[in-house]
């Protein structure tokens, strides 16, 4: 598991060992391999939220080198069905092919827009790219709303990943 303490608030992210190695097993390892994504769906009490599950890949996807769009008729049902079973859609994941992943000004325009335009009450969404390092250094993980971005990539783990659990 990792698990992040959230600046400003008394709650926590975990994310479980599943999601985690779903994440590293889609990291673009390959010259030619494409980006790939997918959603974040978690339980959500005033002290916890527990990422555990993460979709994707779809075939639908368009999928290229450097950019990945979903196929926007999955997501919706992927929303609706997840809820039915008590999760929450928290944000979305998907891959960059570089050692360190950090988010283009693109993928923060776009999950500040999702937040903006999606029906919740959440604070943030959670965005995470994936890179392809084998190291620590192979997720960003960042919140994001209206305003502001935060990166808890730099912030403080409680437990630290460990990415040689996940192959």
């Given at each position: 598991?990792?698990?992040?303490?959230?600046?400003?608030?008394?709650?926590?992210?975990?994310?479980?060992?599943?999601?985690l190695?779903?994440?590293?097993?889609?990291?673009?390892?390959?010259?030619?391999?494409?980006?790939?994504?997918?959603?974040?769906?978690?339980?959500?009490?005033?002290?916890?939220?527990?990422?555990?599950?993460?979709?994707?890949p779809?075939t639908?996807?368009l999928?290229?080198r450097?950019?990945?769009?979903?196929?926007?008729?999955?997501?919706t049902?992927?929303?609706?069905?997840?809820f039915?079973?008590?999760?929450?859609?928290?944000?979305?994941?998907?891959?960059h092919?570089?050692?360190?992943?950090?988010?283009s000004?693109?993928?923060?325009?776009?999950?500040?827009e999702?937040?903006?335009?999606?029906?919740?009450?959440?604070?943030?969404?959670?965005?995470?790219i994936?890179g392809?390092?084998?190291?620590?250094?192979?997720?960003?993980?960042g919140?994001?709303?209206r305003i502001?971005?935060?990166?808890?990539?730099?912030?403080e783990?409680?437990?630290n990943?460990?990415?040689?659990l996940?192959?």
């Amino acid at each position: 598991m990792m698990t992040y303490e959230l600046p400003g608030q008394k709650q926590r992210l975990v994310f479980t060992h599943r999601v985690l190695k779903h994440l590293f097993q889609q990291r673009q390892i390959k010259r030619k391999q494409s980006e790939t994504g997918g959603q974040l769906f978690a339980t959500i009490t005033p002290q916890i939220v527990v990422v555990v599950a993460a979709t994707g890949p779809h075939t639908r996807d368009l999928r290229k080198r450097f950019s990945f769009i979903p196929y926007k008729r999955r997501l919706t049902k992927e929303i609706h069905g997840y809820f039915a079973k008590g999760l929450h859609y928290v944000g979305d994941w998907h891959t960059h092919p570089q050692k360190t992943p950090k988010p283009s000004w693109l993928d923060l325009k776009s999950m500040k827009e999702c937040y903006v335009k999606s029906n919740h009450e959440l604070d943030h969404f959670i965005l995470v790219i994936i890179g392809n390092s084998t190291g620590n250094e192979w997720i960003w993980v960042g919140l994001i709303n209206r305003i502001q971005t935060m990166d808890l990539s730099t912030a403080e783990k409680i437990m630290n990943n460990k990415a040689h659990l996940y192959r």
